[in-house]
Structure formats: C-alpha cells, structure tokens
C-alpha cells in the first residue's frame, strides 16, 4: 500500500467513522441497519482496496458492461481480454503474468544452485516455446532504481537481522538451530545482493508477462480459443516454474495502452501495478 | 495537480452531504426510513470516491454515458511518425513516441556448452538492466506470412508445367522432360507441406518511449534513448541492433499482424472441415 492508497482509505473511512459513532442519532431499531450498512461500506472498501480485480469485472460482467479502450478495440465485460475487430474476423488479446525473479533472484542462499537454474534456463525457454504452435509475446519491462538507496535499504535489512542473529546467540533460552540458519540465511541473501551491487550490476524494478492473441469469426469464438492458448501458455511454461496468473480489470487496460506508449519513470510504472500477480 | 484527487474530493463532497441530511434533519421532519436510505447514498459515494483511486477513468466516462458499451477512447490508439520509425500517442495533451529496436539474436540453447549457457544468461539478466528509463525488451512468436512465398512457389510450378507441356509437344529430349519432370514435383511437394503446416518465427526486440509537447520533441527524445540501449544491447550481446522503420512496426503492434489472413481463412477451413467429417 502506497502513501496515495493511504489518503484515499483515510478519507474513505472517516465517513464511516463518522455513522459508527452517531448511529443511534437514528433511533432504536433504525441505528442497527445504519452500523451494519456501515458495516458493509467498510469491508467493501477494504475488498476494493485488496481485491479489486476480482470486484469490478463481477460488477461489470454483472451489467454487461464493455469499454471501448481505442477504436476498434473493446475490452469485453469479463474485462479479461481485449478485442480488436478486423474486416469482420475478431483477435482477441489476453494477457498473463510471467514472473521470472521467482526463478533466477528469489533462491539466491546456494551459488552452485543459481548457476545450475542458469545453465537450465536458455534450454527450458525455448523447449517451452517449441511446444506453443500460436503468436504470443513474452513482455520484460525493466527500470534502472536508485543504486544508493537500494543499497541502503539492503544495509539496513541486513543490520536488522545481524541484531536479530546477536540476540538470538545472546538469549538465555536457547534459541531453536532453524531459527538461527533461517536469520543466517537471510543476512547471506542481503549480502549477496550487496556484492552484486557492488560488483556494477544495477538493482532494477521489472514487470513481466506474456500477451497472447487468437482469431475467431465472432467474439465467442476468439475469446474461446484465447482462453484455450492461456490455458497452454500455463502448461508449457510450468517447467520455468513461473507465477502465471491471468490478468483481468483495469490491469489489462494498463498492459495494452503499454503497447502504444511506456511509463516515464520507476513511479509512473508502480502506480499502474498493486497487488494483482 | 492530478485530476484524480478532484474526483476523489467530489465524490467525499457529495457522500458529505448526503451524510449531513440523515443525521441533521430531525425525525419529525423526515421519517427513519428516509433517512435511512440517505445514509445509503452517502456510503455508496464514499465507496465510489474510495474507487476512483484505481477506476477513475472508467467511473466519469459510465456516470456520462448510461450506455452498455462505454467509450474511453474513440481515436485511433496511435499513429505512424512521419520519419516511420516510431509511433506516437497522444496522453492528456502530450505526445508519447515510441521506438522499436530490433535485436538480432539467433542463437539456440542446443548449439551452446555448459559455460556458453551460463553466460548467455548472465547477458539476459545485465541486458534487463542497460537502462534507467522504463525499458521493454519482447520475444514475440508470430505466425509468418507465407503469401508471397506460395505464390513464388505457384509461378515455378505454372513455369515448369508451360516448359514440360512444350516440350511434350516437340516430343525430343526424353531425359530433359524427366529433369522437368522431378523439378514439378519437387515444387509440388515443397507447396502442400509449406501450406499445410503453420510456420512461426521468434523475434526479439526492445521498446522505449519518450514523452513531449511537440511531436518532433518526444520523436528526437526517443530516438536518443534508443541510441544509448542500442549501444548498451549492441555491447551486452555483441550484435548490431537497428531501429525498426515503416510497416515492419505493426509486426509489433497490431493483433492482425500476429496472424495473417491467408493462415487464418486457412484455419477457418481446416476447422469447418473437420466440423463437417
């Protein structure tokens, strides 16, 4: 949650704050319907805030409501998919996260282990794309951060848990041998980003995803073979062991405007991204 | 200031109000039930503002419109620039162009040693890094159009046919009606499997935007981003990267340009056959 997420949640709830503490100004019976109203408002909010992807293709789909995104192109009611109608046949476009840290950053404790996932790599990419007979694009949008306050950020990370390791080594109670291999284990983590650091590589933000288009003589059509293609992109790419998630609602606005037109800084490319993969 | 925090505040404004009339007029005035359902407005509006956070750019255009397909944009998403070696969008009064570089990679995982594999990973993972500017590198799987290729093939099969037929005709020179003869039916045999299999290409390249007030300004600001990572690529990998000029952009763009037609009707047949049988 950002600072903007923060003012908008302040101000949202001071309304409700506001019913909760005058409820009974609307008489007995009356001030319990007003709480629970209240109520839901408040866990509306909080599923807004959270769980928005799910919330608003349900209520658009509940409408039927479409969006004309550009001309020719209509983001459809499910809001998982984006179609661009062509001399009467139909591409459907759909998007899906493809996240790649998880894979070569996340496990970085053992050397020898990154540079086997490494040498494995090139050859599962492209066994994965052999086996995909349809046009699909696999997106990394990558932005260079602040070297000095990444490294920072890491120093101060790996002093919390160098405190945290001296007190759990200085503790009378004996603190458990998997606790302390877990604390060691995190400070090695931050000190191999460190040396990477140091070493000249740049610490980068990135957003990766795949986009896949299908064709159909109607709308049905497109988005059925669309969703069988996602449905093959997940198998294939499970051997990269990669989050796939299929995006949907106002993220799936972002990614295709990406296509026409890039962020222009590390910020602008946040804002446009939360919780959804 | 972003126009998003007017919203914010109209929405609060409007919930405020609506709040104020349930809780201030008195009972005698307006019954509970009235004063219920004000309390019900109010959250809505709160909820509402709370959701222009994230859905603003669809909430003003529904409250507008009251029509199932809603419009956001009408106008072409982008156009071609004049020089043909960028798009450019038009966003709240400012142009955005953007460049496609191409990156000229043909190497397979299966030609390289254990070593060679390693590094070309640790390439990937520095080339994600050459730029602190949002930077989107794609590998982009498409289907090749082969209509000019087939028709190639067509006029070697009607010239060999004219030359057999002649020579038929004359009757002389048995063993050159032979040569004549395998050639046609080696252009047969290359046209049925060239039209009856999908052949896809793998392409990668990188996109990066700039942003001005005029077009020649946010076009040149593109192209000098695009020169420092075309160096950065050109050095990371030891390819010459090139910035991607005319009609070969919508390879990167249009949906249509993924698939093309002829494959398409070609698929459309295929599948109503089957449906047939």
Same mark, same amino acid.
């Given at each position: ?58 209520? !658009? ?24 109608? #062509? ?11 493809? &996240? ?23 050859? &599962? ?81 990135? $957003? ?39 995006? =949907? ?9 990406? &296509? ?18 | ?10 929405? @609060? ?22 004063? $219920? ?22 909430? @003003? ?66 080339? =994600? ?59 047969? &045999? ?12 793998? #392409? ?40 991607? !000029? ?32």
């Amino acid at each position: 949650m950002d600072e903007t997420d923060i003012v908008y949640i302040s101000l949202s709830l001071i309304i409700i704050l506001i019913v909760f503490g005058t409820a009974s100004s609307f008489g007995k019976g009356w001030s319990i319907i007003a709480v629970l109203l209240a109520f839901l408002a408040l866990i509306l909010i909080l599923a807004l805030n959270w769980i928005d992807f799910v919330i608003v293709p349900m209520f !658009t789909k509940m409408f039927g409501m479409s969006f004309q995104a550009a001309k020719d192109y209509t983001i459809q009611k499910g809001q998982d998919s984006i179609i661009k109608n #062509v001399n009467g046949l139909y591409y459907a476009t759909g998007f899906v996260t493809g &996240n790649l840290f998880s894979y070569t950053f996340k496990e970085e404790d053992i050397e020898a282990d990154v540079e086997g996932k490494m040498m494995t790599a090139p050859e &599962n990419w492209e066994r994965a794309v052999m086996s995909l007979g349809f046009p699909f694009k696999f997106h990394v949008i990558a932005v260079g951060k602040d070297v000095q306050k990444i490294r920072d950020e890491i120093e101060g990370k790996r002093s919390y848990q160098e405190f945290q390791l001296s007190q759990a080594l200085q503790s009378e109670k004996a603190s458990s041998e998997t606790a302390i291999t877990e604390i060691k284990r995190k400070i090695s983590i931050y000190q191999a980003r460190l040396d990477r650091i140091s070493a000249g590589e740049k610490p980068i933000a990135a $957003i990766m995803y795949f986009e896949t288009t299908a064709v159909g003589v109607s709308e049905k059509a497109a988005e059925d073979a669309l969703a069988l293609q996602i449905k093959q992109l997940q198998i294939a790419m499970s051997s990269l062991n990669l989050h796939i998630v299929r995006v =949907v609602g106002r993220e799936l606005y972002t990614l295709f405007k990406f &296509n026409f037109g890039l962020p222009l800084t590390y910020s602008d490319l946040a804002s446009e991204f939360s919780q959804e993969g | 200031m972003d126009q998003k925090i007017f919203v914010l505040l109209g929405f @609060l404004a409007i919930s405020f109000i609506f709040l104020s009339a349930a809780l201030g007029l008195p009972s005698s005035i307006i019954p509970a039930p009235i004063r $219920i359902l004000l309390l019900l407005f109010s959250l809505i509006f709160d909820v509402v503002a709370f959701a222009s956070r994230r859905y603003a750019y669809i909430m @003003l255009p529904i409250l507008r419109q009251h029509k199932k397909k809603i419009v956001l944009s009408d106008s072409e998403p982008y156009s071609l620039s004049t020089s043909e070696d960028a798009i450019i969008k038009m966003e709240k009064g400012e142009y955005i162009a953007t460049v496609y570089i191409s990156i000229p990679i043909y190497r397979s995982a299966t030609e390289m040693g254990e070593a060679e594999k390693i590094e070309f990973s640790r390439q990937v993972s520095k080339l =994600v890094g050459i730029s602190s500017d949002p930077i989107r590198f794609t590998a982009e799987m498409y289907m090749m159009n082969k209509d000019a290729y087939i028709q190639t093939l067509r006029d070697a099969i009607n010239i060999a046919e004219t030359e057999e037929a002649q020579m038929m005709q004359t009757g002389k020179d048995a063993e050159r009606i032979e040569v004549v003869r395998g050639k046609l039916a080696m252009w047969r &045999n290359i046209l049925q499997s060239s039209s009856s299999a999908q052949s896809m290409e793998l #392409v990668s390249y990188a996109s990066i935007s700039a942003y001005g007030s005029k077009e020649y300004e946010a076009l040149s600001m593109a192209q000098q981003k695009a020169r420092e990572a075309i160096s950065g690529i050109g050095a990371t990998f030891g390819v010459t990267p090139s910035i991607i !000029t005319g009609k070969e952009i919508l390879k990167f763009v249009e949906p249509e340009y993924l698939i093309p037609f002829s494959t398409v009707s070609e698929e459309i047949e295929e599948k109503t056959e089957e449906e047939v049988i």
